[in-house]
């Protein structure tokens, strides 16, 4: 619901990103200049300017959850220092944000730069969120219940690893060819994991490389899973 860019980070966050991170596209080359221009300059709040496109999502039976607060930068680079209180009013804002445009209560909860962490989930449990998606990585289970809270918390074991980078960003900035991505792709899917969860940008996913995550969409029902939303997975395990 927040604004896309901090100022105030706009200096020290590009030795910040680089941190355990092997390869990761540039807002250029991920938004074009045009794009990467106007969000700089106008820097709105990115799911209120665009409501009818939020509501859209959500009728179409997709599940929407909250993504940070009033700032995803600001979050990203400094969620870890904040006060139970800022954490709690940033939240509670996004999530009545949201829930003004979807017409129902925001049950689902990823941190901006997967930095979350005990806090954030203790707070997250009493505001009613039922989990969250701030692990990334292979290891570990897919679905695990916070000891600190009754959170359930949701690993994404498909991204661009090290550092958690979106999964097709991380393919093209890795210098595949669209057959090499679904190439690497096959050899992620061999390991035959009952739940995978693939994190990527839809605005870099969704528009300039559509035609690859049609083609990985194809691919992964090929080898017999169902697209389906995480309220699903977790009604089915029973959780």
């Known amino acids: 619901m927040g ?12 030795k910040r990103r680089q941190e355990g ?8 080359e991920k938004l ?4 990467t221009l106007k969000t700089g300059f106008f820097n709105p709040p990115v799911g209120i300017a665009h409501r009818a496109v939020v509501r859209s999502i959500f009728n179409e039976g997709h599940e ?3 993504h940070g607060g009033r700032n995803h930068a600001t979050w990203q680079y400094a969620a870890d220092t904040w006060t139970q209180q800022r954490i709690t009013e940033e939240i509670t804002w996004g999530k009545k944000s949201l829930e003004e445009i979807i017409g129902c209560s925001v049950m689902a909860f990823s941190s901006p730069g997967w930095n979350g962490g005990p806090t954030v989930n203790r707070i997250l449990s009493k505001l009613g969120f039922q989990y969250s998606a701030d692990l990334h ?3 570990g289970a897919c679905i695990q219940v916070c000891t600190d809270s009754r959170l359930l918390q949701i690993r994404t074991n498909l991204s661009g690893e090290p550092g958690g980078v979106g999964y097709i960003e991380w393919l093209t900035a890795s210098g595949l060819s ?9 050899e992620a899917l061999a390991d035959g994991q009952a739940t995978t969860v693939l994190y990527d940008h839809p605005c870099y996913a969704g528009i300039q490389k559509l035609e690859l995550l049609e083609e990985l969409i194809d691919l992964v029902v090929r080898h017999g899973y169902k697209i389906t939303t ?10």
């Not at 604004?3 to 590009?14: I, Q, T, W």
């Open 3 to 14: 604004r896309a860019v901090s100022y105030r980070y706009l200096v020290s966050r590009g």
């Open 137 to 139: 990585g292979k290891d």
């Open 64 to 66: 929407v959850g909250l």
């Open 178 to 186: 669209q057959e090499g991505a679904l190439a690497r792709t096959e």
């Open 230 to 239: 995480m309220n699903d997975i977790l009604a089915r395990d029973g959780q």
């Open 32 to 35: 074009g200049l045009v794009e």
């Open 21 to 28: 991170i092997v390869s990761k596209l540039g807002s250029l």
